[in-house]
């Protein structure tokens, strides 16, 4: 069993900041790359960031607003952050970690989490 835990979201009003966390813990002997995926009503999901052992990659439309980070700290291993900042209104969706990784049997999987949502108005 894996578990991603989101947390973070909420509303904000526009040039705000946010922040959201996603810690994976189960069956987990590595993770590959973490990151978040966001899908507005009527959208497909897009990429926002996702971070891997040497590389970082965001979504055009979050690029210079968003930082992702990702914290191997022995007691919070595998927990990645995402700091939202000069949120604007198109901001708006659910935000969805997402986790690559190889299980104690070798085995490679993509993981979502439940998704949080995140508001941006006045």
């Known amino acids: 069993q894996v578990q991603l835990v989101e947390s973070g979201g909420g509303l904000v009003q526009p040039g705000g900041s946010l922040r959201l966390s996603c810690a994976a813990s189960g069956y987990i002997l590595s993770i590959h790359s973490m990151g978040w995926y966001r899908q507005a009503p009527g959208e497909q999901r897009e990429l926002v960031a996702m971070i891997g052992s040497e590389y970082t990659n965001y979504g055009d439309s979050v690029k210079g607003r968003f930082t992702i980070s990702r914290d191997n700290a022995k007691n919070v291993k595998n927990t990645v952050y995402l700091q939202m900042n000069s949120l604007k209104p198109e901001d708006t969706a659910v935000y969805y970690c997402?986790?690559?990784?190889?299980?104690?049997?070798?085995?490679?999987?993509?993981?979502w989490g439940q998704g949080t949502q995140v508001t941006v108005s006045s």
């Open positions: 997402k986790a690559r990784y190889t299980d104690y049997a070798l085995d490679d999987y993509d993981y």
